[in-house]
């Protein structure tokens, strides 16, 4: 049961440490069409990386590749750290469910940031005050319950019909349903929490799952906690959709015009 401290994301993404392998479970609460939320199970395994007694430094990437449907319960996870050096580590994380197959497979980078020159060459887009955008409540899948879409640019439009396809770009505010600190842990499921660009090319709902996805994380988890916000500034595009794939890039953006992850996928239609 959750205590009144703790927040479903926390509870979804919990994972316990085991003598070779650490063990997680999936939540209803971030279930997706066939299986959970591509963002939560990114989101799990960096926190057994961020768990982990071994690890230094903060996430720098990390690429999750959805290899098999998760089915609903326990999983595993393997955790490896592959190379180590006086500023960086390369980890690879395999989960898998009853001692079967490989269902996710994950690398990542931490790494020690130290005071450089720092220089930020894009710029936050234009938007109006999170407070001033009504929220989005057009879809009502368990894990998209879970949190607060305000569009302030291309809003997948159902009721629009067949036409030419629209733009795929969309920008919008990303916050937890029940409002929650961002951290390193938010910033990759929320990379994912875009909806799937086919759904605005194509003004509907088709099955859709992601393949791969990568995420750079652009601030040290100090910084982040520094910026103390609660929702993202969210633009994501996509430049192809063909046999039965499409790209999607994405920015998310903290408040203060800070560009603080950007990431890029790959994922599957039927269409």
């Known amino acids: 049961m959750l205590t009144r401290a703790q927040h479903l994301f926390d509870d979804a993404t919990r994972v316990v440490a085991g ?6 479970r999936t939540s209803p609460d971030y279930f997706a069409f066939v299986g959970p939320f591509g963002g939560c199970t990114a989101a799990t395994i960096l926190r057994a990386l ?16 959805y290899c098999a449907p998760i089915a609903e319960g326990e999983f595993d996870l393997d955790v490896r750290l592959v190379r180590a050096n006086r ?12 001692g079967g197959d490989v269902a996710t497979l994950a690398t990542a980078v931490f790494a020690e940031r130290r005071p450089s020159w720092s220089h930020q060459v894009a710029r936050m887009p234009e938007a109006r005050p ?5 929220p989005y409540t057009k879809i009502a899948i368990p894990w998209v319950k879970q949190y607060d879409f305000r569009f302030i640019e291309g809003d ?17 505010w990303i916050g ?7 951290d390193m842990l938010s910033l990759v499921s929320m990379s994912d929490a875009f909806f799937a660009r086919i759904f605005h090319a194509r003004r509907e709902l088709v099955p859709f799952g992601t393949v791969t996805l990568t995420t750079y994380f652009h601030l040290s988890a100090e910084d982040l906690a520094a910026e103390d916000i609660t929702h993202v500034l969210a633009c994501a595009d ?3 959709f063909n046999r039965s794939y499409q790209d999607q890039t994405g920015e998310l953006w903290s408040q203060s015009g800070r560009l603080i992850a950007t990431t890029t996928q790959v994922g599957y239609f039927k269409a």
Request: proline residues 11%; hydrophobic residues 35%; glycine residues 8%.
């Open 87 to 98: 500023s960086s580590q390369h980890w690879c994380v395999e989960l898998s469910q009853g």
């Open 238 to 240: 996509a430049k192809i």
């Open 130 to 134: 999170f407070e001033t955008v009504p």
């Open 50 to 65: 961020i768990e982990h007694p071994q690890r230094a430094g903060d996430p720098l990437a990390i690429t999750v590749n």
């Open 156 to 172: 997948p439009n159902f009721a629009a019909g067949a036409g030419a396809p629209p733009s795929a770009y969309s920008r919008l």
């Open 176 to 182: 937890d349903r029940v409002p929650r600190k961002i």
């Open 19 to 24: 003598d070779s392998r650490w063990q997680g």
